[in-house]
């Protein structure tokens, strides 16, 4: 018997059994019909129709039994032969930084210097207020040496501080009066885990790599708690309008995690699974600390079940720990030792977390694997379904690890984006050997690991339909470069689809409750303009999210629907 013969079935005895009632029990309060439901679920990913009743699924099926379940009152949705999907899920965001990207200074897309030049220019003439000029957002590329100078960002801010922060948060450009406010000289040492990159007469040239970012980072205003939670309701909205019903949080502290908790119940629009701010010395006292905190957000709306760290830092400003030099030089900076990193994740492991690893380089990535199977012998546990994050860089023959471990392969999929950054600067750090095994998504899936996509947003957006035309196509929107950057690693849309909702239900421990489209499951569910499966590959960035369903509810409707 299939599954949806023995729903059915068990919706008709709930009606015999309710008696004669015209509100048969069963009956559904909406149903989508006339289209294409890819449901996730393996040996029956294609359907045509899908009921839902309070919260869940009802029942999918063909448009005849869907139809039956219908009765006064039901609300019908004609897909016209639309495409619903289950809820995208995000497997890695910072939902409080993407909120806030929303209204900053962003350099994003700023692919040459002239542009990045007017966009500071402009922002500094529209708030000349701002005591500070920060922002986000420039990449490596639109440099020529690969890394700015503050004599560039003097000539734009000339009469105030600015610190200006590259799109992967690693890298911090100051000008001259920001560091003089930092007291940041040719004397300044570097901090453990950081670099003062200075010129060759040895005096600082505004660039400050991994932990040095603070020596100017911690001067720049904090924003007021009411400002973020103004900036968070905007991009709860946003994430929603997106296709997005659930996101993991890659990483956060107490004070924003009470901020987000009541910014969700003002505006219960997402599910947010969250990684809290992993200790380097989890004793007692901060696992005392940090279970309450998971004890007390445990509802389906806002979870706490991870810890996130880093062990490396990104490729293009050779941080990420490498077991060969860069072109260039330097093999990156691991910001533990291999011992260091078995204590604290065997400590999280014991007691009961899930511990999500930033770790990019092949080493690096190396060191994470080693911790976790580590732990696991050592605690005699299973099933803690811990994460590398980023995993951009692994050896090939690391990849069977994830499997066999049963760790999570948490990757992006906006960063095979082949602009500017990822050809002139992110390839030619690597070398043509590591190049080729980084990124490489479909290996990663043909060794059999779990493969949850996240956007990193704001480092990438985090429009899920662009995340699947870029990990499907491997070009930019523009269709460049012809056939894909490494084109043996695209991916099927099946694949896509199952990173964005399956692999990420299963990698935050839900995969009982969502990620798929089956009968008890949450009606978690979104409606696209066009049906991926089908469509020229190059016509997936067009496609438009039309409604987003969250337990029923709509948390997003296209003013065309
Ligand atoms: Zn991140």
């Known amino acids: 018997m299939t599954r949806r013969v023995r729903v059915l079935a068990a ?30 679920e393996t040996g029956r990913p294609l359907v045509e129709a899908l009921a839902v009743r309070g919260t869940t699924v009802l029942a999918v099926g063909p448009n005849a039994d869907i139809r039956k379940l219908s009765g006064k009152g039901t609300d019908v949705v004609d897909l016209r032969g639309r495409l619903v999907v289950p809820g995208f899920i995000d497997g890695h965001l910072h939902l409080l930084g993407g909120s806030l990207s929303l209204e900053e200074l962003r350099l994003d ?31 490596y ?47 300044t040492a ?16 505004g660039v400050l790599k991994e932990n040095a970012m603070d020596l100017v980072g911690r001067l720049v205003p904090k924003l007021l708690p009411h400002e973020k939670e103004r900036a968070l309701r905007k991009g709860i909205a946003q994430v929603a309008a997106w296709g997005l019903t ?17 910014t969700l119940d ?51 400003a050779r941080t990420a720990a490498m077991f060969e030099p860069y072109v260039g030089g330097g093999t990156g900076l691991p910001s533990w030792t291999q011992e260091e990193l078995d204590r604290a994740v065997a400590a999280y492991d014991k007691a009961g977390w899930q511990v999500a690893l930033h770790a990019i380089g092949d080493r690096g990535i190396d060191m994470a694997l080693t911790a976790f199977e580590r732990g696991a012998r050592a605690n005699g546990t299973t099933g803690r379904r811990h994460r590398v994050e980023h995993l951009e860089v692994p050896r090939t023959a690391d990849l069977p690890r994830f499997k066999a471990a049963g760790v999570i392969a948490s990757t992006q999929a906006m960063f095979p984006y082949p602009n500017r950054n990822h050809l002139d600067v992110y390839v030619p750090t690597l070398g043509p050997e590591r190049a080729r ?41 523009e269709g460049t470069p012809a056939g894909g950057w490494e084109p043996s690693q695209r991916l099927t849309v099946e694949a896509a689809l199952r990173h964005f909702t399956r692999d990420a239900a299963f990698a935050e421990h839900a995969e009982a ?10 009606a978690d569910l979104v409606v696209l303009s066009q049906d991926l499966l089908t469509i020229p590959p190059e016509r997936i960035k067009d496609t438009k999210v039309l409604l987003t369903v969250l337990g029923g509810q709509d948390t997003w409707r296209a003013k065309d629907f």
């Open 190 to 205: 570097d901090p453990p885990g950081g670099v003062v990159v200075r010129d060759a007469k040895g005096e600082p040239t």
């Open 246 to 262: 659930s996101v993991h949080q890659a990483g956060i502290g107490e004070e924003d995690l009470e901020l987000l908790s009541r």
């Open 11 to 40: 919706a008709a005895l709930a009606a015999s059994l309710a008696g004669a009632a015209p509100e048969r029990a069963g009956q559904a309060d909406r149903i989508f019909v006339g289209g294409r439901v890819w449901t996730g």
């Open 513 to 522: 409750q969502k990620g798929t489209l089956a009968p008890g499951k949450l």
């Open 437 to 477: 095994r980084a990124l490489a998504f479909k290996a990663i899936d043909d060794a059999g690991a779990v493969q949850p996509f996240g956007s990193d947003w704001p480092v990438f957006t985090a429009e899920v339909v662009r995340g699947i035309a870029c990990a499907v196509t491997r070009t930019t929107v």
């Open 141 to 187: 590329a639109a440099f020529p040496d690969g890394l700015p100078s503050r004599l560039q960002l003097d000539a734009l801010v000339p009469g105030r501080p600015a610190f200006l922060v590259s799109y992967d948060g690693h890298t911090g450009w100051a000008n001259s009066m920001a560091l003089r406010l930092a007291s940041v000289t040719r004397d």
């Open 266 to 316: 003002a505006v219960p629009r997402l599910r947010v699974y969250v990684a809290l701010d992993m200790e380097r010395e989890p004793t007692a006292d901060v696992l005392a600390r940090q279970d309450e905190l998971r004890r007390r957000f445990a509802s389906d709306r806002l979870r706490v079940g991870a810890v996130k760290g880093y062990v490396d830092g990104v490729v293009e």
């Open 109 to 139: 897309d700023a692919e040459t210097f002239a542009v990045l030049a007017q966009r500071v220019k402009d922002w500094a003439a529209a708030h000349p207020d701002a005591h500070w000029v920060n922002g986000e957002g420039w990449t």
